[in-house]
């Protein structure tokens, strides 16, 4: 089994991908929130919440 299953892992809010800790991020884990420098370029563009579902365009369906 390989050494960094034991690893935590967080969700990135951008991109919505799972991402583990990292030796440069020993410091400050608990304050890492993004998985990379362009998700948090990107951060103002964060996922809304999935419970939801994805969002539909109506614009398609109306043009029928």
Same mark, same amino acid.
């Given at each position: 089994?390989?050494?960094?299953? #034991?690893?935590?892992?967080?969700?990135?809010?951008?991109? =919505? $991908?799972?991402?583990?800790? $990292? *030796?440069?991020?020993?410091?400050?884990? %608990?304050?890492? $929130?993004?998985?990379?420098?362009?998700? *948090?370029?990107?951060?103002? *563009?964060? $996922?809304? #919440?999935?419970? %939801? =579902?994805?969002?539909?365009?109506?614009?398609?369906?109306?043009?029928?």
């Amino acid at each position: 089994m390989p050494h960094h299953a #034991d690893r935590p892992t967080k969700t990135c809010p951008v991109c =919505g $991908r799972p991402f583990q800790w $990292r *030796r440069k991020w020993k410091d400050n884990w %608990e304050d890492v $929130r993004y998985c990379s420098e362009r998700c *948090r370029r990107h951060r103002n *563009r964060a $996922r809304p #919440d999935t419970s %939801e =579902g994805p969002q539909i365009s109506n614009s398609a369906t109306s043009a029928a």
